[in-house]
C-alpha cells in the first residue's frame, strides 16, 4: 500500500508541474499576493498617515475679524484660512466643499473682554464621495484646545491664579510595547487574511485537476485498472494535493516576512514582520491546508466536470475566508477558540500578534484541532473515493 501511495502521489505531482496553467495558479499567484501585501499595505499606511499630516487649507468667511494669536495657532498646526468670496453655506450645501470656517464679527472683542466667542465650522459629509470626502476636524479642534489653553493662561497669570489648579491629576502615556509587538500588530490583521486566501486557494487547481478532471478527460479507467486499492488512490492525490498546497503557503509567507524586512525603513513603517509569526504562521497554516485538501478533493470528486467541480468550490473558499476575515477583525480572548477547526489558526496567529511571541499553547491548540477534523473528515471522504463514485456520480 506506501509504494501505491507514493505512485499515484508522484504521478499527480508530474502531471501537475507538467500543467503550468495550474503551477501558475497553485504557486505564482499566492506568492504575487505575498508580495504585494508585504509591500503595499505599508506605503498605502504610510500615504494615508501623509495625507492625515499635510498641510490643511479651508476656506473661511469673516477672518478679519479672528483672534490674531488663533490665526497663528493655526499656522504652527499646519492650517491655513482661505477668504472665500461668495455663498460658502451654499457651496459646502451642495458639496463642492467639504468644509467651511466663518468667523462673526466682534469675535476678537468677545474673547478679549473674556465673553465666549464662538466659530461656525459648515462641514458636508457626503462631498468628495465614500473613499474621497470625510473632512475630520481632528487637527481643527487640537488647534483651538491649544489656542483655548494659552488664553486661559494668560487670564490666569493676569488674576495671579497658578494655572496648576486646573489639572489636578496628570497623565503620562507610556508605550510599553516592544518592536517585536509592534512588528507582529501591524501583520495580525492581513497576515490571517494572506494564509486564508493562500490556503483557500492554493491546491484547489490539483484538487479538482486529480478528481473532476481526470473524469472529464477519460483518463481514470486506468488508474482504477490497476492493483492500487481505493484508499491508496485517495492518499496519493491527498498527498499531491497537499503538497501543491504546502509551496505556496510556504512561498507567500516566506516572502512576506522577506519583502516586509528588506524595505527601506520609511517605506515598511516601525518594523517588519517578525520571525516569530512566520514561524507560527507556518505551523498553524500547515494543518489547516490538510483540512481545507480533504474538503477540496471530497467537493470536487462529487463533480462530473472540471467546471461543475470550480463552482461546487466557491462555498469552502468563503468557509475558509471568512474566519480569518473574522479573526483580523476580533481579538479571539478565549484559548479554547484555538481549538476550533478552520477558525483556530487563526484565532492563534492573533494571539500571538498581539502576546509578541510564540505561545506553544495556543499552536498546540490549532495543530490538535486541525489534525481532529482532519481525522473525522477523512473517512468520509475516503468512503466517497470507491470506484463506482469516482466514475459514475455526478
Same mark, same amino acid.
Given at each position: 500500500?506506501?509504494?501505491?501511495?507514493?505512485?499515484?502521489?508522484?504521478?499527480?505531482?508530474?502531471?501537475?508541474?507538467?500543467?503550468?496553467?495550474?503551477?501558475?495558479?497553485?504557486?505564482?499567484?499566492?506568492?504575487?499576493?505575498?508580495?504585494?501585501?508585504?509591500?503595499?499595505?505599508?506605503?498605502?499606511?504610510?500615504?494615508?498617515?501623509?495625507?492625515?499630516?499635510?498641510?490643511? =487649507?479651508?476656506?473661511?468667511?469673516?477672518?478679519?475679524? @479672528?483672534? &490674531? *494669536? /488663533? !490665526?497663528?495657532?493655526?499656522?504652527?498646526? #499646519? %492650517?491655513?484660512?482661505?477668504?472665500?468670496?461668495?455663498?460658502?453655506?451654499?457651496?459646502?450645501?451642495?458639496?463642492?466643499?467639504?468644509?467651511?470656517?466663518?468667523?462673526?464679527?466682534?469675535? =476678537?472683542?468677545?474673547?478679549?473682554?473674556?465673553?465666549? @466667542?464662538? &466659530? *461656525? /465650522? !459648515?462641514?458636508?459629509?457626503?462631498?468628495? #464621495? %465614500?473613499?474621497?470626502?470625510?473632512?475630520?476636524?481632528?487637527?481643527?479642534?487640537?488647534?483651538?484646545?491649544?489656542?483655548?489653553?494659552?488664553?486661559?493662561?494668560?487670564?490666569?497669570?493676569?488674576?495671579?491664579?497658578?494655572?496648576?489648579?486646573?489639572?489636578?491629576? &496628570?497623565?503620562?502615556?507610556?508605550?510599553?510595547?516592544?518592536?517585536?509587538?509592534?512588528?507582529?500588530?501591524?501583520?495580525?490583521?492581513?497576515?490571517?487574511?494572506?494564509?486564508?486566501?493562500?490556503?483557500?486557494?492554493?491546491?484547489?487547481?490539483?484538487?479538482?485537476?486529480?478528481?473532476?478532471?481526470?473524469?472529464?478527460?477519460?483518463?481514470?479507467?486506468?488508474?482504477?485498472?490497476?492493483?492500487?486499492?481505493?484508499?491508496?488512490?485517495?492518499?496519493?492525490?491527498?498527498?499531491?494535493?497537499?503538497?501543491?498546497?504546502?509551496?505556496?503557503?510556504?512561498?507567500?509567507?516566506?516572502?512576506?516576512?522577506?519583502?516586509?524586512?528588506?524595505?527601506?525603513?520609511?517605506?515598511?513603517?516601525?518594523?517588519?514582520?517578525?520571525?516569530?509569526?512566520?514561524?507560527?504562521?507556518?505551523?498553524?497554516?500547515?494543518?489547516?491546508?490538510?483540512?481545507?485538501?480533504?474538503?477540496?478533493?471530497?467537493?470536487?470528486?462529487?463533480?462530473?466536470?472540471?467546471?461543475?467541480?470550480?463552482?461546487?468550490?466557491?462555498?469552502?473558499?468563503?468557509?475558509?475566508?471568512?474566519?480569518?476575515?473574522?479573526?483580523?477583525?476580533?481579538?479571539?480572548?478565549?484559548?479554547?477558540?484555538?481549538?476550533?477547526?478552520?477558525?483556530?489558526?487563526?484565532?492563534?496567529?492573533?494571539?500571538?500578534?498581539?502576546?509578541?511571541?510564540?505561545?506553544?499553547?495556543?499552536?498546540?491548540?490549532?495543530?490538535?484541532?486541525?489534525?481532529?477534523?482532519?481525522?473525522?473528515?477523512?473517512?468520509?471522504?475516503?468512503?466517497?473515493?470507491?470506484?463506482?463514485?469516482?466514475?459514475?456520480?455526478?
Amino acid at each position: 500500500m506506501p509504494r501505491d501511495v507514493m505512485n499515484i502521489w508522484r504521478k499527480e505531482i508530474m502531471d501537475t508541474v507538467r500543467d503550468r496553467k495550474g503551477m501558475t495558479q497553485a504557486i505564482v499567484i499566492p506568492l504575487v499576493i505575498g508580495i504585494f501585501y508585504a509591500s503595499f499595505t505599508p506605503m498605502l499606511m504610510k500615504a494615508m498617515t501623509a495625507r492625515r499630516e499635510k498641510p490643511l =487649507t479651508i476656506p473661511a468667511r469673516g477672518i478679519e475679524y @479672528a483672534d &490674531a *494669536r /488663533l !490665526l497663528d495657532t493655526f499656522g504652527k498646526y #499646519g %492650517i491655513t484660512l482661505e477668504e472665500y468670496e461668495g455663498d460658502l453655506e451654499a457651496v459646502i450645501q451642495d458639496a463642492k466643499k467639504e468644509s467651511g470656517l466663518v468667523f462673526e464679527p466682534g469675535f =476678537t472683542e468677545e474673547v478679549a473682554e473674556e465673553r465666549p @466667542a464662538t &466659530a *461656525r /465650522l !459648515l462641514t458636508n459629509s457626503t462631498a468628495g #464621495g %465614500i473613499f474621497g470626502g470625510g473632512f475630520s476636524d481632528t487637527r481643527l479642534q487640537l488647534a483651538v484646545s491649544a489656542y483655548n489653553q494659552m488664553v486661559v493662561a494668560d487670564r490666569m497669570a493676569a488674576r495671579q491664579v497658578d494655572p496648576s489648579i486646573l489639572v489636578p491629576v &496628570a497623565l503620562n502615556t507610556e508605550d510599553l510595547a516592544t518592536p517585536e509587538q509592534r512588528g507582529a500588530f501591524m501583520a495580525s490583521f492581513y497576515l490571517t487574511i494572506l494564509v486564508a486566501v493562500t490556503v483557500a486557494q492554493g491546491g484547489l487547481f490539483v484538487a479538482i485537476d486529480v478528481t473532476a478532471g481526470v473524469k472529464e478527460r477519460g483518463t481514470l479507467e486506468s488508474l482504477l485498472v490497476t492493483p492500487a486499492s481505493d484508499m491508496s488512490v485517495f492518499l496519493g492525490k491527498l498527498g499531491a494535493v497537499f503538497t501543491i498546497s504546502v509551496i505556496p503557503l510556504v512561498l507567500t509567507l516566506t516572502a512576506f516576512w522577506a519583502v516586509s524586512n528588506l524595505m527601506p525603513p520609511g517605506m515598511a513603517g516601525d518594523s517588519g514582520l517578525p520571525g516569530f509569526m512566520l514561524t507560527a504562521s507556518l505551523i498553524t497554516g500547515l494543518p489547516l491546508a490538510l483540512i481545507v485538501s480533504v474538503a477540496q478533493m471530497m467537493i470536487s470528486v462529487r463533480a462530473r466536470t472540471f467546471r461543475d467541480a470550480q463552482s461546487g468550490a466557491t462555498p469552502l473558499i468563503f468557509a475558509v475566508m471568512i474566519p480569518g476575515f473574522v479573526a483580523a477583525f476580533s481579538q479571539a480572548k478565549a484559548l479554547w477558540s484555538c481549538l476550533l477547526p478552520v477558525y483556530g489558526p487563526f484565532a492563534a496567529m492573533n494571539r500571538m500578534a498581539q502576546a509578541g511571541g510564540l505561545q506553544w499553547d495556543a499552536m498546540a491548540l490549532s495543530v490538535v484541532g486541525s489534525l481532529i477534523a482532519a481525522a473525522v473528515v477523512s473517512p468520509v471522504a475516503i468512503k466517497m473515493f470507491t470506484r463506482e463514485t469516482l466514475l459514475y456520480r455526478s
